[in-house]
């Protein structure tokens, strides 16, 4: 015996909240596709999405340390599944759509530029005149035409409903441009868990890395209200901090953060009385969320870690490295076309010079991009 499509697009009409998304709704794809015999339409695009070359290549792509700095630190790869492990945590006590919120997880940080936050900075300062460049669309490039696995379309031909949470990702640093996909609604419930899984993840997996790397110590955090009460619950007063207790301390950081959002989420979804997805859309404000005090704690970690680990020395002159790799990348790639790859040459035609060439930087890897700039200014390199 197995489930086919219908049966489990029925347990969805059984079992989610009135306001999620249900997979047997769905808008549908662009182009007109037989949906398989056991799977979910969002299930589908779960699977499509943890096929493709982006996702691969996210293990090499930098979440706050360079790859290359140790195996033991977040890379975008095991950021990505951090926030579908959580998300998917939330999606089921309130009762929203598993396997849409996965896919939006998963896709989340596909358009993200290599070296983080620096390579995404670099990259729209060059693109500035050329149409700009923004993660959040990088990731909708992808999954609509960059990705080539199929020959009937380009892309990987998602759902309305995935490529929208795409598209609406949102978090305290990105701000969504949602033109295309009615942008007077929120975000679907589904993509509303997907951005505050976001945020909470890597507010505590870089308290976590930056605890592991000595650039933060737990007599720095002294003071800080959430650090305060998680030594409290785990009844920690040594001095030093071994990895077990580190452990401890941010998987009870994520186990209160997770509590807090689904009771106070909860709360706010009755005193709405919202009965559908659109009415949920319509609300003028988010249902997802924390309270006023975790909010405020997390404002005050958000700071600490700001000021203390973004701004360290060592991830600055990391950063303004990688600004200065991809600035040079595309100036050379730029001036002289004939240096890229012959598969990168034949789509200047179709895309226009620069957005081939960020397109194609984009998509590398640190460690690429880093041996791409020594294959060009080093002439010590082969190229």
Same mark, same amino acid.
């Given at each position: 015996? *197995? ?16 306001? =999620?998304?249900?997979?047997? %709704? ?14 979910? =339409? #969002? ?11 982006? *996702? ?7 979440? &706050? ?19 579908? %492990? ?11 759509? @598993? ?15 290599? *070296? ?6 670099? !990259? ?8 700009? #460049?923004?993660?959040?669309? %990088? ?7 960059? @990705? ?13 409903? $995935?490529?929208?949470?795409? $598209? ?14 009615? /942008?007077?609604?929120?975000?679907? !419930?589904?993509?509303?868990? =997907?951005? &505050? ?21 737990? !007599? ?10 998680? $030594? ?26 997770? +509590?807090?959002? &689904? ?6 979804? %009755? ?5 559908? $997805? ?5 609300? /003028?404000?988010?249902?997802?969320? #924390? ?24 991830? &600055?002159?990391? =950063? ?44 590398? +890897? ?10 060009? *200014? ?6």
């Amino acid at each position: 015996m *197995f489930y086919t499509r219908q049966q489990l697009e029925d347990l969805e009409n059984r079992s989610l909240a009135p306001y =999620a998304c249900r997979s047997q %709704q769905s808008k549908g794809r662009v182009y007109p596709e037989d949906e398989p015999e056991y799977r979910t =339409a #969002f299930q589908r695009d779960r699977d499509r999405i943890l096929h493709t070359t982006a *996702f691969r290549r996210l293990e090499y792509k930098t979440q &706050v340390f360079i790859n290359y700095e140790g195996d033991y630190y977040r890379t975008r790869l095991t950021h990505t599944l951090e926030v579908a %492990q959580i998300g998917r945590t939330i999606a089921r006590a309130l009762g929203a759509n @598993e396997d849409l919120l996965e896919a939006i997880c998963l896709a989340h940080d596909l358009g993200h530029p290599p *070296f983080g936050h620096s390579g995404e900075v670099a !990259l729209a300062r060059l693109m500035k005149d050329h149409g700009g #460049f923004d993660h959040n669309k %990088q990731s909708l490039r992808i999954v609509t035409k960059l @990705e080539r696995r199929y020959p009937d379309f380009p892309g990987l031909n998602l759902t309305w409903e $995935v490529r929208e949470g795409i $598209v609406k990702h949102e978090s305290e640093y990105d701000i969504s441009d949602a033109s295309e996909y009615n /942008p007077e609604l929120r975000g679907h !419930l589904e993509a509303q868990i =997907a951005n &505050v899984a976001d945020e909470l993840a890597y507010t505590a997996h870089d308290l976590d890395d930056g605890l592991r790397s000595g650039m933060i110590t737990p !007599l720095m955090l002294e003071g800080i209200t959430l650090w305060e009460i998680l $030594v409290k619950s785990v009844d920690w007063s040594t001095p030093t901090l071994d990895d077990l207790t580190r452990h401890r301390l941010i998987r009870r950081l994520i186990g209160m953060e997770v +509590t807090d959002l &689904v009771h106070t989420t909860h709360r706010r979804l %009755q005193d709405s009385s919202v009965k559908s $997805v659109e009415e949920l859309q319509r609300l /003028p404000y988010n249902v997802i969320g #924390f309270s006023e005090d975790m909010h405020r704690r997390n404002r005050q970690l958000k700071d600490f870690l700001y000021s203390n680990l973004y701004r360290h020395h060592r991830v &600055v002159r990391m =950063a303004v490295k990688a600004e200065r790799i991809i600035s040079d990348l595309f100036t050379a790639y730029c001036s002289e076309p004939a240096i890229l790859p012959r598969h990168v040459q034949s789509l200047i035609d179709d895309r226009g010079l620069e957005r081939t060439v960020c397109d194609y930087i984009a998509g590398m +890897t640190d460690r690429y991009a880093v041996d791409e700039h020594n294959k060009l *200014f080093d002439p010590t390199t082969r190229p």
